[in-house]
């Protein structure tokens, strides 16, 4: 069975850090690209961070620039979102997919989705 299952969110203070997983099975992520969306209520989701080892795309969204990390368990087919000095506007469920490529995040195909994983960040 194809499935992608993050796990590690929770709540956290302003300014704390969490570590989300993202697990693959039933197929090899190395065969695509790998993003992580976010959706806030009321809001449209969004692209956060993807890498690609397919392609050799990135895609950074700005406000995460320089807090968001995306590190890889190439061996446990497992990818993570390292979430620093987390912000309340962080607040939202978090998905990773399974994509084309990261240069077309949020327009382009997505293969496989994530059930999703609540962050919440209070000040």
């Known amino acids: 069975e194809v499935q992608l299952v993050e796990s590690g969110g929770g709540s956290v203070q302003a300014g704390g850090s969490l570590r989300l997983s993202c697990a693959a099975s039933g197929f090899n992520f190395d065969d695509y690209a790998i993003g992580w969306f976010r959706q806030a209520p009321g809001k449209e989701r969004e692209g956060v961070l993807c890498?690609?080892?397919?392609?050799?795309?990135?895609y950074y969204k700005d406000s995460v620039k320089g807090r968001f990390t995306m590190p890889s368990d190439n061996a446990k087919n497992t990818v993570y979102l390292q979430m620093n000095s987390l912000k309340p506007e962080d607040t939202a469920v978090y998905y990773c997919?399974?994509?084309?490529?990261?240069?077309?995040?949020?327009?382009?195909?997505?293969?496989?989705w994530g059930r999703g994983t609540q962050v919440t960040v209070s000040s």
């Open positions: 997919a399974a994509v084309f490529s990261c240069l077309t995040l949020t327009t382009g195909p997505v293969y496989f």
């Open positions: 890498t690609s080892s397919s392609d050799g795309s990135t």
